[in-house]
């Protein structure tokens, strides 16, 4: 339950403000889209859908320039998403990550550990990436996986909240001077030590992992907080012209025997303190096009054709979970995607022709650690 009333402060703009750059900072409640899964097909000539969305968030290594420079010369503001706490080995940076550096595996992210934050040398990565943001054109950074400090993360000495505090209060530093906003992900016991430095929130599943405290009855103001919650869509092609779905989430038992009426109102805070607070998105947790919103709106963006990503291809963590149903890919650029609906059950292990699945029966993870992985 405490874990959404730093959310809440920020929400009604408690901070402290005695910075001259003067950084974007978005209104509470407006719309935004977030895809991760690909990058969204547009240049001068497509629609962009879904429209009167005005906040992009896209993958900062994954987009082109061209891409971001589109979306804004159309009035958009781009949020630029990079994992800050773990290496990715796909990426084009992975190998300038020592081995000092690394830690432990995520075991339901193929190809990811925890990075010691603490170190200079992971500092000075994340830096760069942060100089790639404002290369690209990001108006914002959401620095990912701050929160290493509530996981096991292999390192001799554990990470400490504090540790994470000064670490993401240089990242957005770094981020300030080159004029580009940050979010604080997740992570919300953070939010009372950097709401100085932060000017919007990005937010996995707060809605289905905490109860919702009434509301300080103030009105709103301050800063956004970009919000998803993720579901599985069901077409039925009643609904709407457009074809709205359904949604359902066979995935956490509190929500099983809701109907999807009741499901979407839980997702969106209705009749609750928070009703109109949060810039709520509705997700298939793969992130890609499809996104509906709490007035009902729905649509899908269209995206470039599925370029796979050879997760885990550099051999550096083996799958041992998966939540998002993610593939790897295969040296031949098929993807893969692992029998996972028994979720106990498979590893992935990637040798030189390719990944091979090995059934197997790692240890369940208890459900709280499922909030940290938030991909996006
Ligand atoms: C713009 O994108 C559309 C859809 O992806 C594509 O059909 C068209 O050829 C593109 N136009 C240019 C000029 O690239
Ligand atoms: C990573 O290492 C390569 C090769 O040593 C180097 O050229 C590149 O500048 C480094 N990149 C970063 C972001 O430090
Ligand atoms: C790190 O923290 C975890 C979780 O609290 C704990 O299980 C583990 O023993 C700690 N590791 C070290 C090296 O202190
Ligand atoms: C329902 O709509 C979806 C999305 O537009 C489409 O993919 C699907 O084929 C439709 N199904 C039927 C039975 O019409
Ligand atoms: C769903 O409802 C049935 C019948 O009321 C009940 O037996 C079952 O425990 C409920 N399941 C959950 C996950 O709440
Ligand atoms: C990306 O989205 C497509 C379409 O929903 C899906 O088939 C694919 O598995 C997704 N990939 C990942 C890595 O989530
Ligand atoms: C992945 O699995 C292979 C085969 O079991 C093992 O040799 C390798 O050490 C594992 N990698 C990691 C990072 O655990
Ligand atoms: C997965 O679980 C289903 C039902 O729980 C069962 O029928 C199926 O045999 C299982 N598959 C594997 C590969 O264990
Ligand atoms: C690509 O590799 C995968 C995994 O090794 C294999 O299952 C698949 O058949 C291959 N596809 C082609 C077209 O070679």
Redesign the pocket.
């Known amino acids: 339950m405490f874990k959404l009333i730093p959310l809440l402060l920020l929400a009604l703009g408690v901070e402290a403000q005695n910075r001259p750059i003067r950084l974007w900072t978005p209104e509470v409640g407006e719309k935004w889209q977030i895809i991760l899964n690909s990058t969204i097909a547009i240049n001068r000539t497509t629609n962009l859908v879904p429209k009167g969305v005005r906040i992009w968030e896209v993958d900062l290594f994954d987009t082109p320039r061209e891409t971001i420079r589109e979306l804004k010369r159309r009035g958009n503001r781009v949020i630029c998403y990079f994992s800050a706490g773990t290496t990715e080995d796909w990426r084009p940076d992975f190998r300038n990550f020592t081995s000092e550096d690394k830690g432990a595996c995520l075991p339901e992210w193929v190809g990811e550990r925890y990075v010691d934050i603490r170190k200079p040398s992971v500092f000075n990565l994340m830096r760069e990436r942060i100089r790639l943001a404002g290369q690209k054109g990001c108006d914002a950074i959401d620095p990912d996986n701050i929160d290493v400090f509530s996981n096991e993360q292999g390192f001799a000495t554990n990470i400490t909240r504090n540790d994470a505090i000064a670490y993401f209060r240089k990242l957005a530093d770094e981020a300030r001077q080159l004029r580009i906003s940050t979010g604080l992900k997740n992570a919300q016991p953070m939010l009372p030590s950097v709401q100085d430095v932060v000017q919007f929130a990005v937010n996995e599943e707060c809605t289905i992992y905490n109860e919702l405290t009434p509301r300080p009855a103030e009105p709103p103001r301050g800063k956004a907080v970009f919000h998803v919650e993720y579901a599985n869509f069901k077409?039925?092609?009643q609904s709407t012209s457009?074809?709205a779905?359904e949604i359902s989430n066979d995935d956490i038992d509190q929500l099983k025997n809701m109907s999807s009426r009741a499901l979407y109102d839980k997702y969106c805070n209705r009749n609750t303190e928070f009703d109109g607070l949060f810039s709520t998105t509705i997700k298939i947790m793969n992130l890609d096009g499809q996104v509906l919103y709490c007035d009902g709106q729905f649509a899908?963006t269209k995206m470039m054709p599925l370029n796979p990503i050879l997760k885990g291809w550099a051999g550096e963590c083996n799958l041992t979970k998966s939540e998002s149903g993610a593939g790897v890919a295969a040296a031949n650029g098929t993807l893969v995607t692992p029998p996972f609906a028994n979720a106990t059950s498979t590893t992935i292990v990637v040798t030189p022709n390719g990944p091979v699945v090995i059934p197997t029966a790692p240890p369940k993870q208890p459900r709280s650690i499922r909030r940290w992985y938030g991909r996006g």
Do not use: E, L
């Open positions: 077409f039925d092609n457009i074809g779905p899908d």
